[in-house]
């Protein structure tokens, strides 16, 4: 299985903030590279550098050895990949890798329906922003058999610095859950401890130089904390990808029968935005319901 790593025709499905970035580097390596998206026109900038546009899925499966999906929520994955003019059908023999995050339970009918038609498949969600994503520094988090994990570390290499097979089929996207908990409470802590420094009368830019470099430190406060006190509430990450995010890892506690303290309320909170009809914000635009009563 070498060629599918040094002349793997890939195929890329999803081309927003993150997969835009992902599909780019892979199109560097010099692969071979089919892409396809809803909205035709997020492909445009990948065409210019030489990949192929898909009028659908199955279009991108029939001329693929590997196919990543970057979209967004399950039921997008459901269609992409179980669709009719979906990969499974239309792929041959190929490695199937779901980059959007997603449910641990469907990752595992993937991986089994993948299975059934001659495909290998694994859940490889990701983390480390829009930032990680431009500068191919992305944590990635795999579920799957160890021989799918082994041919697809190679290409998960041009995307990634930090790639770690957790498992089985689904041990991706429950990885990912586990990350979206601990941001959940990361980010209230950033946007309290910004709202507080303002209160206070202090200079956001000299906080962040000086709480960011000590043991509060870490990507919420340095990367969203930053665009905070830029005022800039552009989408890194939508809020509404984050209640989707939190809807899963909520979900798959109450069944462990853990409780969430932290991500129910980032939850209520978030959803009192999106209520609003902020849902298209970034996550960092949360710092405007803790300012909303000042
Ligand atoms: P995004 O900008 O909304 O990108 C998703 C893309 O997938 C959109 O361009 C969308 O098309 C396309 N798409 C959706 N359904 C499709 C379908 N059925 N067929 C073809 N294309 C389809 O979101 P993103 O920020 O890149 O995030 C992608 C995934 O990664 C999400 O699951 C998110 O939770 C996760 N994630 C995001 C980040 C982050 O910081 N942004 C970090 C880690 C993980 P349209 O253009 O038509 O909407």
Do not use: W
């Given at each position: 299985m070498n060629d599918i790593t040094s002349k793997a025709r890939i195929g890329f499905i999803g081309l927003g903030i993150m997969g835009q970035h992902m599909a780019a580097h892979l199109l560097v390596a010099g692969h071979p590279l089919a892409v396809y998206n809803r909205?035709?026109?997020?492909a445009a900038a990948l065409v210019a550098k030489g990949a192929v546009a898909c009028a659908n899925p199955a279009q991108v499966a029939q001329q693929s050895d590997v196919i990543i999906t970057m979209v967004g929520y399950p039921s997008d994955v459901e269609q992409v990949w179980?669709?009719?003019?979906g990969i499974i059908a239309h792929a041959r023999h190929a490695l199937l890798i779901d980059m959007t995050t997603s449910s641990p339970a469907l990752a595992k009918r993937l991986a089994e329906e993948s299975a059934k038609a001659g495909h290998q498949a694994i859940d490889a969600p990701v983390s480390g922003g829009d930032v990680g994503a431009r500068d191919a520094k992305l944590s990635i988090m795999v579920g799957g058999e160890a021989s799918a994990f082994d041919k697809a570390l190679p290409i998960l290499q041009l995307m990634g610095a930090n790639i770690v097979h957790?498992?089985?089929?689904?041990a991706g996207q429950h990885t990912k859950m586990s990350n979206q908990i601990v941001i959940a409470s990361s980010i209230m802590g950033v946007c309290e401890g910004l709202a507080y420094a303002k209160g206070a009368g202090l200079d956001s830019a000299a906080l962040l130089q000086c709480i960011g470099?000590?043991?509060?430190?870490g990507f919420q406060l340095n990367v969203m904390g930053a665009r905070i006190a830029k005022g800039d509430f552009a989408p890194g990450f939508f809020i509404e990808h984050f209640l989707k995010d939190l809807g899963i890892a909520l979900a798959e506690a109450e069944n462990m029968g853990i409780d969430l303290p932290g991500a129910s309320l980032a939850r209520k909170l978030y959803n009192e935005m999106a209520d609003k009809g902020?849902?298209?914000?970034?996550?960092?635009?949360l710092f405007q319901l803790y300012m909303a009563g000042v």
């Open positions: 909205s035709p026109d997020k179980l669709g009719a003019e957790m498992g089985g089929a689904g470099g000590g043991a509060a430190g902020q849902g298209r914000l970034g996550t960092q635009a």
